[in-house]
């Protein structure tokens, strides 16, 4: 089936099987690499991505559902070489070791401050229950996130 | 570390403060990590590569009679089914032990390879395996480490022993009738998962006749590349092994490098095209090698005046399958056994035993957090039983300069302990906290605070001297090419490296690249583990980087007609310390070296500063230097259910110079949640040899809600003489006193001791309701 | 659950954007066809061998499957309606606030932006964090098929472990909570913080006038083979006087109603008590807490 939707700035169309997921389709048909297979079940958060602006497991949806979509990931991030805010308050504020669950706490970061742009801590913890590190121990990317909800207001 | 480097390097910079090192940089690997560039194994894609996966034994411990292979090879896209008799060289990857077959003949966990299908896709490649018929003859299994010890069963030939270790010093014996209090007890340490985000995966690229590459997970490129060339009958030097950037290690990659590595090598070599292995979680969890589970028997004397005067240690280690660096574990937990303190009879006997569990390895702390626990959970007792503060009691026995270990090491310099405890007491207001929750009870909940002390000496353990290299390319422009073979799993090293020498040469930090990666061009600098990446590896640049620039030194000062240690270079300038006007830039200075012929390059080369302990006494200098870590944690404890709610964690560590503080933070922080882990939701589920939860949805790491309130982190300078700039190691450090400090907080809350960790909420439940569970009582 | 994780097994996908389509296509493949709401129970199952199909009829076009409305004595959630729209939406705070609850200490947003209702109680895990309060607002669900509609009260919808009485052909198109005046309230123990199974979970509902208990009742997940209403605990309570003590007392009555199991994740006697203690504490905060609970967290 032909699977067509928006993909950061560009548009994307390529034939998929219906038993193919988001993630695999990104990876492999699309070259999109910063999405990561950490589990293919959901529960480790390396595949997010954001679907019309929401974050998603895209392990879990078939590449097919994302017809019509506009799917975000982090190479739609930085503009013409340049970082963009949130990434440059990671990059101040260390918000990664291995950088293997980067994108998706860099997308998470994204669509929390889209939708609200002075989150608490508490609001931080909340949005990214469902994102597991096991380098950074959360605290450098609580304050990434802090960072960048200030740098994106200033 | 034949040289006072720290000194030497002093000299060089004529007693400037450093404008590097010491600061934050950017790291190296940053913008490509942050923009989504970042290659890590299974991203390298290519096209026609095939797709490996291995069949396993179902049994713990078996026989393979027959592989039959037809029905696998009629699946429509399955390419080959590779078996131990399709193996080139040796099928030999034993790690410390030769014991382990890549593919195996004889199954001895329940996962062992047994035949490697390789398909040209992934579902062909899982239907080929459905489909692949092994023949077993099942054997009797073994689980417990203690039914080995008296087991006619044998699991190797050579026995159920895989090695055992040894500390003697002074008489326990004597010691012991002397004592006012002695406490004896027996704790359980379980085993953890790495749980890193990113599977293990291996692509391998055969190169010519016989010849392969391969991009696979490791931390360590020169044994991987070994351990491949040996498998296929080849040099190391027809192998190349690239490392991609590493989603994570902790050890796990570090034994399980070579491994992964070797199958897709194989399928390589033998099919002659390209293949690819990639783990999914399930066999990341189900099957690969994880932290080993120790049952100590510690006893420990002290005499009323609150002096340590003797410990006795007996313990077993669980095996597993195959020895893997079970013995390295085995050992290093020896050498430490006495906990940070100054004990002059000692008494430890470990034994390594096979089972037919999933072999044990490499992780974060290496034996320590098993073997601290049960050394700190003693001294809470002890204290208790002297009537002594247990820090007071802590801070009489702690090591300090001039001290000598239970191997009887001296360690004359680099021992902040004791400062580090007293700092780290301060910020957590010990005292105050420990009268406030002795007070606080609400119907339901209880508070407490505990400490745990920790130390780990950095470098390899074992029979294998830790040797390092190190490569730096001034390039005619000025810029220089550094390369390591230290791996970057996240931690950081390699960019301290660059400030190292950047540091040194006196030019920018940005003028520094770090290539490395590729087995072919970058030196050996040993394996990525033991905290060993800065203190040796860093030491390697530094090593490279002072013999340049003694070189640079020398034509600079034929070029301004000055001394050579009158040299000073700074910031990409060259000048005479005593007439600043006589000044060239570094460009120049490097023109005129190529120029005039003096060698541009350097290669460093060190080998740790340490021996070989005695293996009937244990005696000896196992390390170079010792970091070391406290750490305070507050806790509240739900009495009607028993979890265990850490409020505030004050972690410390003493570690020499820290070199990128923005880093050392990070890493010490995610080393308390890795302890909070350990100590509380990590529990690796076991029946009849069989991990039964082998998913993040039932093996619990900790999420961002499960992390405590962090307190700044103490850190104490204690420079070490021989290192690159006095540093050592933090890798592990802040991980092993976690669950040390989390366990001693919670007995304070409840007065009720835990004898195993991780703790278990159902066990501290039904202790608090008073019913007797294995593991309660006090 | 051990299966393992494999790339998904061949189907095809239907996407119709009407629910007579829908209807007439489950009618044809029957047992089949299995429906794609949020697909973060179904993608899982199906990667794992533990569900199967020939072809997957996926519901997300058929817009008026969601929708969160109040009309007449009812609120009405329609089965496809996202478990994350649900946590936001003020009128289910309001007149459900258990289920919101219990949606926002369930799985993590990611799954929450997918994951459906109608989902979540087709699964029918035995530890479906939407059942408890939707069972102690006397919910039910409307099941319909190529035949018609009907009605089944959600206390009479599950029927053992992923089991329910919904037929391969119906779909479950609308959720309906009777509007009510009392508290509700939700909480679970977990293993750890966050992005959890529940061990053990309970919501409850309480209506209570001048210190009296006039109406109460109590669910609880993860403690039996489907979720389950607490009847004994109920009945000792309903005119009873709004008091710890009370509390106490009938809450220890649920022990005799639960009957978990060992496995990985808790032994069954844990369980068993850990139903006496949850209760006792869902109880407290409706008895004695007011009509909306304090901050949401996993025990």
Redesign the interface.
């Known amino acids: 089936m032909l699977v067509r939707f928006k993909l950061n700035d560009g548009i994307i169309a390529e034939e998929a099987n219906p038993n193919e997921t988001l993630l695999d389709f990104l990876r492999n048909r699309a070259k999109v690499g910063s999405v990561k297979k950490g589990c293919d079940e959901g529960a480790c958060g390396t595949c997010t991505v954001l679907f019309n602006g929401k974050p998603v497991r895209s392990c879990l949806i078939l590449a097919v559902q994302a017809s019509e979509a506009e799917i975000t990931t982090v190479e739609g991030l930085a503009k013409r070489g340049e970082l963009s805010e949130i990434q440059e308050a990671f990059l101040e504020k260390y918000g990664f070791q291995c950088g293997f669950c980067t994108p998706g706490m860099i997308l998470t970061t994204r669509a929390l401050l889209d939708q609200n742009p002075h989150p608490t801590i508490e609001d931080i913890k909340d949005a990214f229950e469902g994102n597991l590190c096991r380098c950074t121990g959360y605290e450098q990317i609580i304050e990434s996130v802090l960072r960048a909800a200030e740098m994106r207001t200033r | 570390m034949h040289l006072e480097y720290l000194e030497e390097v002093r000299k060089l910079l004529h007693g400037k403060s450093y404008t590097v090192v010491g600061r934050?940089v950017?790291?190296v690997?940053?913008?490509?990590?942050?923009?989504?560039?970042?290659?890590?194994a299974?991203?390298h894609?290519i096209e026609e590569a095939l797709i490996v996966k291995a069949v396993r034994s179902p049994h713990p411990h078996a026989v393979v009679k027959k592989i039959d292979e037809t029905g696998a090879l009629k699946i429509p896209g399955v390419v080959g089914v590779i078996t131990a008799e399709d193996i080139p060289g040796e099928n030999e990857i034993g790690y410390l032990v030769e014991d382990q077959p890549l593919v195996t003949e004889k199954a001895r966990y329940v996962g062992d390879v047994v035949a490697l299908v390789v398909a040209k896709d992934?579902?062909a490649a899982?239907e080929g395996s459905d489909e692949l018929r092994v023949e077993y003859q099942k054997l009797p299994a073994i689980f417990d480490p203690k039914d080995a010890l008296s087991n006619d069963l044998k699991i190797h030939d050579h026995g159920n022993i895989a090695g055992d270790v040894k500390v003697r010093k002074g008489d326990v014996e004597e010691a012991f009738s002397r004592c006012d209090v002695i406490v004896e007890r027996t704790y359980k340490a379980g085993s953890q998962d790495?749980?890193?985000?990113?599977?293990e995966a291996a692509l391998a690229i055969p190169l010519g006749p016989g010849g392969v590459t391969v991009i696979g997970t490791t931390q360590n490129p020169f044994r991987t590349r070994h351990t491949v060339a040996r498998v296929l009958g080849r040099q190391d030097s027809e192998v190349t092994i690239i490392t991609p950037?590493?989603?994570?290690?902790?050890g796990g990659k570090d034994t399980y490098g070579p491994v992964i590595s070797g199958m897709a090598a194989l399928a390589a070599a033998v099919l002659g095209k390209p293949a690819m292995m990639?783990y999914?979680?399930?066999e990341s969890f189900a099957y690969r090698f994880k932290r080993g589970p120790f049952e100590i028997q510690y006893k420990s004397g002290a005499t009323k005046d609150g002096k340590l005067r003797a410990i006795q240690v007996d313990y077993i280690v669980d095996v597993g399958g195959y020895a893997t660096w079970s013995i390295g574990f085995m050992k290093r937990a020896a050498y430490h056994a006495t906990g940070v303190y100054e004990v002059a009879n000692v008494k430890v006997d470990g034994v390594a035993l096979y089972t037919n569990n999933l072999p044990n390895s490499a992780f974060n702390g290496f034996g320590n957090p098993q073997m601290l626990f049960a050394a700190e959970s003693q001294m809470d007792i002890l204290a208790e039983e002297l009537n002594m503060d247990p820090i007071d009691f802590r801070l009489r026995n702690a090591l300090v300069p001039g001290s000598r270990t239970g191997t009887n090491q001296l360690l004359d310099h680099a021992v902040g302990i004791k400062e580090l405890i007293e700092k780290v007491v301060e910020k957590a207001d010990w005292q105050g906290k420990r009268v406030k929750y002795l007070d606080y009870k609400t119907k339901t909940k209880r508070r407490g605070i505990g400490v745990g002390c920790s130390w780990h000496g950095c470098g390899t353990t074992g029979f294998k001297q830790d040797w390092a290299g190190a490569s730096i390319i001034v390039n005619p422009d000025g810029s220089v090419t550094y390369s390591t073979g230290i791996v970057e799993?996240?931690?950081?090293t390699i960019t301290s490296h660059a400030m190292m020498v950047a540091e040194v040469l006196g030019i920018p930090f940005e003028w520094v690249r770090v290539i490395g990666n590729n087995t072919n061009t970058m030196p050996d600098s040993g394996e990525t583990h033991a905290q060993r990446g800065t203190i040796i590896g860093g030491t390697a640049a530094v090593d490279a980087a002072l013999k340049l620039r003694k070189r640079m030194n020398k034509v600079a000062s034929e070029a301004l007609n000055c001394k050579e240690e009158e040299i000073a270079l700074e910031n990409g300038e060259v000048y005479n310390i005593n007439n600043a006007s006589q000044r060239m830039s570094f460009k120049d200075l490097v023109y005129e070296m190529y120029m005039g012929g003096s060698p541009p390059a350097e290669y460093g080369f060190i080998k740790a500063r340490r021996g070989y302990p005695d293996p009937e006494t244990g005696q000896g200098d196992p390390y170079a230097a010792y970091t070391f870590g406290c750490t305070i944690a507050e806790v509240e404890v739900?009495l009607?259910?028993g979890?265990v709610d850490v409020l505030k964690l004050y972690p410390g560590v003493a570690a020499g110079k820290i070199i990128q503080p923005?880093?050392v933070?990070?890493?010490i922080?995610?080393?308390?949640?890795?302890g909070l882990g350990y100590a509380l939701?990590e529990r690796v589920?076991r029946g009849e040899g069989r991990m039964?939860?082998?998913?993040?949805?039932?093996y619990?790491?900790?999420?961002?809600?499960?992390?405590p309130e962090?307190a700044e982190l103490v850190c104490v300078e204690d420079e070490y003489k021989y290192s690159a700039f006095g540093a050592k190691g933090v890798g592990e450090i802040a991980f092993i006193a976690t669950p040390l400090a989390i366990a001693n907080a919670v007995n304070n809350a409840l007065g009720i001791r835990f004898y195993e960790i991780p703790l278990d909420?159902?066990k501290i439940?039904?202790a608090v309701?008073g019913e007797s569970r294995n593991g309660s009582g006090s | 659950m051990e299966a393992e994780v494999r790339p998904l097994p061949k189907f095809d996908y239907v996407a119709p954007s009407s629910l007579s389509e829908a209807l007439k296509l489950l009618r044809d493949y029957q047992d089949g066809a299995k429906v794609l709401a949020g697909g973060t129970d179904l993608v899982i199952r199906l990667k794992k061998r533990l569900a199967f199909a020939d072809v997957i009829v996926d519901l997300n076009r058929i817009s008026e499957l969601s929708c969160i409305e109040s009309v007449g004595d009812h609120l009405h959630i329609g089965g496809l309606t996202r478990l994350a729209q649900i946590k936001e939406s003020p009128i289910v705070k309001d007149r459900a606030s258990a289920l919101v609850q219990a949606i926002s200490i369930m799985a993590a947003p990611p799954i929450r932006n997918r994951g459906t209702i109608g989902g979540n109680l087709c699964n029918s895990s035995p530890a479906a964090d939407t059942a408890p309060p939707l069972l102690v607002l006397d919910a039910s669900v409307k099941l319909l098929s190529v035949d018609g509609e009907r009605v089944v009260p959600l206390s009479q919808f599950f029927v053992g472990p992923e089991e329910n009485v919904a037929r391969a052909d119906e779909i479950l198109t609308e959720v309906m909570i009777p509007l009510q005046e009392g508290s509700s309230a939700f909480i679970k123990l977990g293993r750890r913080k966050a992005f959890t199974l529940s061990v053990v979970s309970v919501a409850a509902y309480a209506m209570a006038n001048s210190g009296k208990f006039d109406e109460v009742r109590v669910a609880l997940g993860a403690v039996a083979p489907t979720p389950i209403r607490s009847l004994k605990v109920e009945e000792a309570l309903t005119g009873g006087g709004v008091s710890e003590k009370t509390i106490q007392e009938s809450a220890e009555l649920v022990k005799m109603e639960v009957n978990p199991i060992t496995d990985v994740r808790a032994s069954a006697e844990y369980r068993r008590e850990m139903s006496y203690v949850l209760t006792k504490r869902v109880l407290g905060k409706v008895g004695l807490g007011g009509k909306n609970a304090s901050k949401i967290q996993i025990e």
């Open positions: 934050d950017r790291r690997d940053a913008l490509e990590k942050l923009t989504g560039i970042a290659k890590y299974a991203d894609v992934e579902e899982w790495h749980a890193y985000l990113e599977p950037y590493i989603g994570g290690g902790f990639v999914s979680r399930y799993i996240g931690q950081g739900d009607e259910t979890h923005a880093v933070r990070g890493q922080y995610g080393c308390g949640i890795l939701t589920v039964l939860n082998p998913s993040y949805i039932d619990l790491i900790p999420t961002i809600k499960d992390k962090m909420p159902e439940f039904f309701k």
